[in-house]
């Protein structure tokens, strides 16, 4: 008689009803759904079923004890009453994964180690010899689910999780995993369309998931079989003594047939990306997959100019950028956009789906789903709009505000969606770019600059600050009343993007976004993103590393580049100080201008990491540079303390902070005098000390001029890109007059 065992399948929460009715066409019964999985009964020829066909199950796994326990004592005793060399010998690998849920035993890495000691207690009673541990590879898993006083016991038979299927060589920055793929296909109906012998069509298909994916499913091709075809050791059960190869052969053979006579039935399926390298990506993938014949991917932005690969309509089904980054949710509020008026131009009588954890873009593509579904891209929760194509009856479009209506820069009448032109405020806004960026450009490519702003709310309706760092555009939008319209201000947002890439000749992708919030306390530094991706610009001749995505601010102030140049005339051969430095820019013009050491002092670690690493790339290294973290107020008086002197000091401090950081807090327009004074005490009486400030209605005390000379220089140090609105003011002081004079 065969044994009747019991099966649990894992998946992503919310498709635990697709496993099931994967488990029910595979003539599987007993299934019962649990929250992240189903559960089901059936010889073992079920399991191995399950693990070849199922396209959207994370892991088959075997139950192999059930038991109630009170204590990590409870289950060492109950994992070491398992005969475990029935399933496996002293010379496999092992890994063991525990999961704990409101459990006895809370902690999961605790109940790990329980069970391996258990395990190995026993073989090395039995044997002596004992099963290592090997998590990235092992012959066999073992999965503990802990759960109040409950514990089940599983052997996982996937080995590798079921998304890996085998023929992703290579992806794009952030892959679609094969499982949620088959989801969206499964929920987007793709077997009523290949049924009919209707197309498939993804136009921004990165590394090609889902049109493999697709492909897979028409052809009835298992999604094991390729996993089968590229290494038989990643199955789970092959070091399981148990395992009966036979039954499993019998398996792969069902699957084989199924393939070869599936093939001929597939009807097209045709990807496209604006990316060269994700095209060629996926072109490798395909061919991983064995589809070469039956997939067609071609270099194509989905924004413009978009057509159906064949004549017929179809499913059309896509995963297009997110933007979770702070910000790029605004940037990409204008290709949805743009993919939207696409789809209502060229895709009449298709299906369209797509999947966003974000409601705004969808909003953004100006359809109204006829079906929504919740699932899981890991642990982002996202959403499949499904949208029907029919310009004879024509959309329903949604505002930003998810009412019917027009959204963007649509106009609905009589049934039809035609683009209209630019508004009178944003061809306003288009002419000043316009007329800014033709001036400036000419100035920049004279002067060698590269980095200059060409922007800075010149019209009120567009309250925007536009900066060019070489390939980048970096859009600083300033935080609207609570009085503006939200629909307003997402229109007007929608027309800076789309002017902006248009006129200032870069590619969507280059293009970032932010809101710059009223400053409190310390939060223009405060991680806006977790990139942490750098690249470097010129300046002068000197090369800085800025980050357009993680802070609110690059990491370079463009206005300044007048102020560090005047830094590097007056620091040959002399000691220079750089107080509140943040990344060091200064500090480099310093070291080029041949000072004899450089002292830089700021409370951020990263910012003095990323200070060194501006030195560093300009070749300025060695003990006379000297990087010192600690709370600039604080460092100031034992500096004093010590009588240290400096020839040269720059001081440009935030306009407040009250960072953890700090002893105190700091009001630059309160507490400027004592700092200027602190500054003085270290500077040398043949020296000058370079202050500057960005508080809106700054005074200096006149109590200053008592202790040194003062001459404002903010004219001096205003650059052209900023002369219609300048950012800061400027001022030197000096111990002796003579010494002002060098400040021109």
Not at 386 to 399: N, T, V
Request: one cysteine or more; a neutral charge.
């Amino acid at each position: 008689m065969k044994q009747t065992n019991q099966f649990f399948a894992t998946c992503s929460k919310g498709v635990e009803d697709l496993v099931l009715k994967e488990l029910e066409q595979l003539e599987i019964s007993g299934s019962k759904i649990h929250t992240g999985g189903v559960a089901f009964d059936g010889e073992i020829l079920s399991a191995y079923k399950a693990c070849m066909w199922s396209r959207v199950a994370s892991r088959i796994l075997l139950q192999l004890k059930e038991f109630t326990i009170s204590s990590d004592d409870d289950l060492y005793r109950e994992i070491l009453g398992v005969d475990w060399s029935q399933h496996f010998a002293e010379y496999n690998t092992l890994a063991i994964d525990c999961f704990s849920s409101h459990s006895t035993v809370s902690n999961s890495h605790f109940a790990t180690l329980r069970v391996k000691d258990a395990i190995v207690d026993q073989f090395l009673e039995n044997t002596d010899e004992r099963p290592s541990i090997d998590r990235e590879n092992p012959d066999i898993r073992i999965n503990v689910y802990l759960s109040d006083k409950q514990c089940l016991l599983y052997l996982d038979l996937s080995g590798d999780a079921l998304h890996k299927r085998g023929y992703r060589r290579s992806s794009g920055s952030a892959p679609l995993r094969e499982t949620l793929a088959a989801s969206m296909l499964y929920r987007a109906k793709w077997e009523s369309f290949y049924e009919q012998g209707l197309p498939f069509c993804d136009p921004m298909c990165g590394s090609g998931t889902l049109l493999i994916e697709a492909a897979l499913m028409a052809s009835n091709t298992a999604p094991g079989l390729l996993r089968e075809q590229d290494d038989s050791e990643r199955w789970g059960f092959i070091h399981w003594k148990l395992f009966d190869r036979e039954i499993w052969q019998s398996v792969v053979q069902e699957a084989q047939d199924k393939h070869a006579s599936g093939l001929s039935h597939v009807p097209v399926i045709c990807g496209s990306d604006n990316s060269e390298q994700l095209v060629g990506i996926a072109r490798e993938n395909i061919r991983a997959a064995g589809l070469s014949s039956l997939i067609k991917v071609s270099l194509q932005d989905a924004t413009q100019d978009l057509k159906p690969c064949t004549k017929q309509h179809g499913l059309l089904v896509t995963n297009p950028p997110y933007g979770k980054r702070i910000g790029q949710v605004q940037v990409l509020r204008t290709l949805y956009h743009r993919f939207g008026e696409q789809l209502k131009a060229s895709f009449d009588g298709w299906t369209a789906v797509i999947i966003t954890s974000e409601p705004e873009l969808a909003r953004s593509i100006g359809l109204r789903a006829f079906r929504k579904n919740t699932l899981y891209n890991g642990a982002l929760k996202s959403v499949l709009y499904q949208y029907r194509i029919d310009a004879l009856s024509g959309p329903s479009f949604e505002k930003p505000g998810g009412a019917v209506g027009s959204a963007g820069n649509v106009d609905v009448k009589a049934g039809t969606a035609e683009p209209r032109g630019r508004s009178e405020h944003a061809m306003m806004f288009a002419n000043r770019l316009k007329k800014n960026y033709k001036h400036l450009k000419k100035w920049a490519r004279k002067n060698d600059v590269t980095c200059y702003r060409v922007y800075d709310a010149d019209i009120p309706q567009y309250a925007v600050a536009i900066d060019i760092y070489e390939q980048w555009v970096y859009v600083q939008e300033y935080q609207a009343p609570k009085t503006v319209d939200r629909n307003k201000a997402f229109l007007r947002i929608n027309d800076v993007i789309d002017v902006v890439a248009d006129i200032l000749e870069t590619k969507q992708e280059y293009v970032v976004l932010k809101v710059r919030k009223k400053q409190e306390g310390t939060s223009q530094y405060e991680k806006q993103d977790q990139k942490q991706r750098k690249t470097a610009v010129r300046e002068n001749g000197l090369k800085f590393l800025i980050n357009v995505y993680d802070y609110i601010d690059t990491g370079l102030f463009l206005d300044h580049r007048i102020t560090r140049q005047l830094i590097r005339k007056l620091a040959n051969k002399r000691s220079f100080l750089n107080l509140f430095a943040y990344t060091g820019s200064v500090t480099v013009y310093a070291a080029a201008g041949g000072a004899s050491t450089t002292t830089t002092v700021d409370m951020s670690n990263t910012y003095l990491n990323w200070a060194q690493e501006n030195l560093s790339i300009n070749g300025f290294t060695g003990d006379r540079h000297k990087f010192v973290r600690d709370d600039c107020l604080k460092w100031l008086q034992q500096a004093i303390d010590e009588k240290r002197k400096y020839q040269l000091i720059f001081v440009d401090p935030p306009t407040f902070s009250n960072s953890k950081k700090m002893d105190t807090s700091l009001d630059i327009v309160r507490d400027h005098v004592a700092l200027l004074s602190g500054c003085l005490a270290l500077l040398a009486d043949d020296g000058q000390l370079i202050f500057s400030t960005n508080a809106r209605g700054f005074k200096l005390d006149k109590s200053l001029q008592e202790m040194c000379f003062i001459r404002e220089i903010t004219k001096l140090t205003t650059t052209e890109d900023f002369k219609r609105k300048p950012l800061h003011r400027c001022w030197c002081l000096a111990k002796d007059q003579a010494m002002l004079d060098n400040c021109r």
